[in-house]
């Protein structure tokens, strides 16, 4: 079936850029969902690409689409405190197929 | 606000009981979802509804129950069959009955055994 890897922990310095990846296996992904979760909270959209985008860009945010590799990453840049939490990876195939999300990668911001 | 509204934000079952958690959206969105989230997992689909009174079972509807009696609302009952139901609870809505468009969700019920 399909999966979606993520790493699970990394570590970055304030004001340094952050790189999340994620990868997935469904050749057939059409939609790729980034969300953010803060502790005790629910899953906050942070930006999502279609598989016909290479990149898209929101203020700090950076997504990088190599469907080749089946490869997906978000960048934050200038990254701040208030960035530390957990981001997940998710696709979708589209149509009645549902979302499969990876099992996030928890972001720790030093000060 | 528009927006996706989980109550309570935390809940207690004892053995044997069953319990119903709330889900309420005002965004208009046709299709709601549950989803189960536990420790170092991703999330794993409980059950979704597309329209107003169908829905259908996702990858872990075993001990759990819904409804879709309206738009508005999806809630979740947790029944005694549910061996195992410590676990944090998300509930997520989108627009339109299919699964391209975005999910939103709201903050989430724990679910505690005493």
């Known amino acids: 079936g399909e999966d979606v890897e993520q790493s699970l922990f990394l570590s970055v310095r304030e004001g340094d850029s952050s790189v999340i990846n994620c990868t997935y296996t469904d050749s057939s992904s059409t939609y790729l969902y980034w969300y953010k979760q803060e502790p005790g909270a629910g899953l906050q959209l942070l930006t999502y690409?279609?598989?016909?985008?290479d990149m898209k860009q929101d203020q700090r945010l950076t997504v990088l689409l190599n469907k080749k590799d089946k490869h997906l990453s978000l960048r934050i840049a200038d990254t701040q405190t208030g960035d530390s939490a957990i981001y997940f990876c998710a696709e979708s195939s589209g149509g009645y197929q549902k979302v499969t999300f990876g099992i996030g990668t928890k972001l720790q911001v030093i000060p | 606000d528009g927006g996706i509204t989980q109550s309570p934000k935390y809940l207690f079952r004892k053995e044997g009981q069953n319990v119903t958690l709330s889900c309420e959206q005002n965004l208009n969105h046709d299709a709601m979802y549950w989803y189960r989230q536990d420790p170092g997992q991703g999330l794993r689909l409980i059950y979704y509804?597309?329209?107003?009174?169908?829905?259908q079972k996702g990858d872990i509807a075993e001990g759990y129950s819904v409804s879709r009696e309206k738009k508005e609302s999806f809630p979740l009952t947790v029944t005694s069959a549910q061996k195992n139901p410590t676990a944090f609870y998300l509930c997520?809505?989108?627009?339109?009955?299919?699964?391209?468009?975005?999910?939103?969700f709201g903050d989430g019920t724990r679910l505690s055994i005493l």
């Open positions: 997520a809505s989108s627009m339109g009955s299919n699964f391209n468009q975005p999910q939103h």
């Open positions: 690409i279609f598989s016909n985008m």
């Open positions: 509804s597309q329209i107003v009174n169908d829905f």
